[in-house]
């Protein structure tokens, strides 16, 4: 009888297996699932880590800056002005020495036959050529040719107050235009910005000239820093317009 019980416990077990191997073989089969491969050993030309995506471009320094990256750049070539969205153009500065005798590159009798107040833009460009700019208020046409500048500022279309910078002498202004109704030093105000030059006004001719030195400091060969042109005027309102100290009984230099 112990025999036989022993029999059937083990067929039971072998039974069960069977069933156990079945059940198994059985959901394999309905989820679709398969075993993969595993994956090749990494070869020698292949990186161990991961690639990262590709970029536009190289990998920046950290240590550089948008400014040094900008001087860098071989499409931004260093150039000796920077080029700005925005010009402020600025008058020649006193003491500046033009290219060439401006007394020949702009003949004084052009300058003086411009009319103020009746002289038009077209006219001017027709006698001087196209303005290097324009700019301010109220307009003002810089024409520039060989260094010199000549600068004409203008109402609605007509010419109102002409400079001309570095040009002549006080030599030359007194063989042109003889002595000075006036003489003046400059305190500075906002029409004439620096103080201690001096100022000699010919308010018949509508000139003033102005010089980088105080009027005892003046020779014949003391050179022009800017010679203004107008309509005639009034000595005490040029005397209260530009804030002149009035020089009493001067005398020109005698040489």
């Known amino acids: 009888m112990l025999s036989i019980r022993l029999k059937r416990l083990g067929g039971l077990f072998l039974l069960l297996i069977a069933l156990g191997i079945g059940r198994g073989v059985w959901a394999y089969l309905a989820t679709g699932t398969t ?38 750049s071989p499409a931004a070539p260093l150039t000796p002005f920077g080029t700005s969205p925005f010009q402020f153009p600025t008058a ?40 290097a700019s324009v700019h301010g208020r109220p ?38 235009y003889g002595q000075p109704a006036a003489v003046g030093i400059s305190e500075g105000n906002l029409v004439l910005l620096l103080a201690g030059r001096a100022v000699l006004l010919y308010p018949e001719r509508g000139v003033i000239a102005v010089f980088d030195a105080l009027p005892t400091e003046l020779t014949r060969t003391t050179p022009i820093n800017a010679l203004h042109f107008r309509a005639p005027y009034e000595v005490e309102k040029q005397v ?4 002149l100290a009035t020089v009493e009984a001067w005398q020109p230099p005698l040489r």
Not at 240 to 243: P, V
Request: charge should be neutral; glycine fraction near 6%; include cysteine.
């Open 35 to 72: 075993i993969s491969a595993p994956a090749p050993p990494p070869s020698a030309t292949a990186p161990l880590t991961p690639l990262l995506p590709a970029r536009p471009s190289a990998t920046p320094n950290p240590h550089t800056t948008p400014f040094s990256a900008l001087l860098a």
């Open 92 to 131: 020649t500065p006193f003491g500046a020495t033009p290219a060439a005798d401006c007394r020949r590159v702009l003949p004084i009798e052009s300058v003086e036959t411009i009319h103020f107040g009746q002289t038009t833009t077209a006219q001017l460009q027709a006698a001087f050529g196209a303005p």
């Open 139 to 176: 307009p003002t046409y810089r024409f520039v040719a060989e260094g010199c500048v000549l600068e004409v500022s203008v109402g609605f279309r007509e010419a109102q107050e002409a400079i001309l910078y570095d040009y002549g002498t006080l030599g030359w202004l007194l063989a042109r």
């Open 240 to 243: 209260a317009r530009l804030k």
